[in-house]
């Protein structure tokens, strides 16, 4: 079993900039891809960002530019740096792992841009 942590979030003001967390334990060396989805109420959860294990990276069209995800296998931590926030990023945020045969979730934190 893989558990995720997530850090971060909370209430930023439009231009501003967010970082979120996610701490994974566990089965850890059986993870290939990292990556943060975003959900609001009423939507199905969308792709953010992902980084492969080898450091591969793809964005949603939304947040190319703004967004950037990285990753520390050291520690098994990955983060997403959000610049130039907008309203419309309002969502909470959750970390994913995938295995070759299993998908995990954090708990998901909130991250609100508003002024």
């Known amino acids: 079993q893989v558990q995720l942590v997530e850090s971060g979030g909370g209430l930023v003001q439009p231009g501003g900039s967010l970082s979120v967390s996610c701490a994974a334990s566990?089965?850890?060396?059986?993870?290939?891809?990292m990556a943060w989805y975003r959900q609001v109420p009423g939507k199905e959860r969308e792709l953010v960002a992902s980084?492969?294990?080898?450091?591969?990276?793809n964005y949603a069209d939304s947040v190319k530019g703004r967004f950037t995800i990285s990753r520390d296998n050291a520690v098994n931590t990955w983060s997403l740096q959000m610049n130039s926030l907008e309203p419309e990023d309002t969502a909470a945020y959750y970390c994913n792992a995938r295995t070759p045969t299993e998908i995990w979730w954090g708990q998901g934190t909130q991250v609100t841009v508003s002024s």
């Open positions: 980084i492969t294990k080898g450091g591969r990276t």
């Open positions: 566990g089965s850890t060396f059986s993870i290939i891809v």
